[in-house]
């Protein structure tokens, strides 16, 4: 079959910035000629859409976990944000788990007292996913680098705490480390905005997990973006 790509990108991408992703994404999905275009190149979708994701902290396939955290960043950004940015950060969200079939395993967890399903590394894998497809989305080189970036960083709230927990990998939430983090993002762009779209990026995963869970991480990012704001602000007035 032959494929009307710029036809297929735009539709797309109107799915993507919607109001209802899922509905309207499942509703092209069932269609032959959407389908068979995006597992052409992204066969992914397919592998996600079959991986159940046996954790507490999931109530979604994988599938459907990566549609409605696109909804919720949706809702986060409209009215907020240009149109391209919220495309950008639309197709983030969309690629931020589409490498956990590769990385699946199973773990016994302490927390939960039984084994659940682990994706450790799927940040890297949805990363290298996204590069190889960018070009399919017709997404310029520019961008691309920035998106991956986003989409290789989007659990970075994952191991900061607010108070230290005796775990050597976590990291206590401080303004000392956003300002770290902030400039290592720098070498993307600006990298105090790009630290703000992180946080929105979090919010949106979380606000498609298990809401009963998911508290105490929505606390932690909502403190990070009190210190990402300020340096916003900061800049903003040093730059009039």
């Not at 960083?153 to 108070?163: A, G, P, R």
Request: glycine share 4%; aromatic share 10%; with cysteine.
């Amino acid at each position: 079959m032959v494929f009307d790509n710029e036809k297929m990108c735009k539709l797309f991408d109107e799915i993507l910035i919607s109001d209802d992703v899922a509905l309207n994404f499942y509703n092209c999905y069932l269609k032959p000629e959407f389908r068979k275009w995006i597992n052409s190149f992204l066969p992914e979708v397919e592998d996600c859409r079959r991986q159940e994701q046996d954790n507490p902290w999931h109530v979604y396939n994988c599938l459907d976990h990566i549609l409605h955290s696109v909804e919720e960043i949706n809702k986060l950004t409209k009215g907020k944000y240009s149109l391209e940015t919220r495309r950008e950060l639309a197709i983030t969200m969309f690629f931020h788990d589409l490498g956990k079939p590769k990385c699946h395993t199973k773990r016994y967890s302490e927390a939960f007292g039984r084994e659940v399903d682990s994706f450790r590394g799927h940040n890297l894998e949805s990363e290298k996913i996204f590069h190889r497809v960018a070009d399919n989305l017709q997404i310029d080189k520019t961008k691309e680098k920035i998106i991956g970036a986003l989409i290789k960083e989007h659990d970075i709230f994952s191991s900061i705490t607010i108070k230290d927990d005796g775990n050597k990998y976590h990291k206590v939430l401080s303004k000392e480390l956003i300002d770290e983090m902030v400039n290592e993002f720098n070498k993307y762009g600006n990298g105090a905005v790009l630290m703000k779209y992180l946080i929105l990026i979090a919010k949106a995963d979380n606000l498609a997990q298990n809401p009963k869970l998911t508290r105490g991480p929505l606390t932690l990012i909502n403190k990070a973006e009190s210190y990402i704001d300020k340096i916003i602000m900061q800049t903003e007035r040093n730059s009039k």
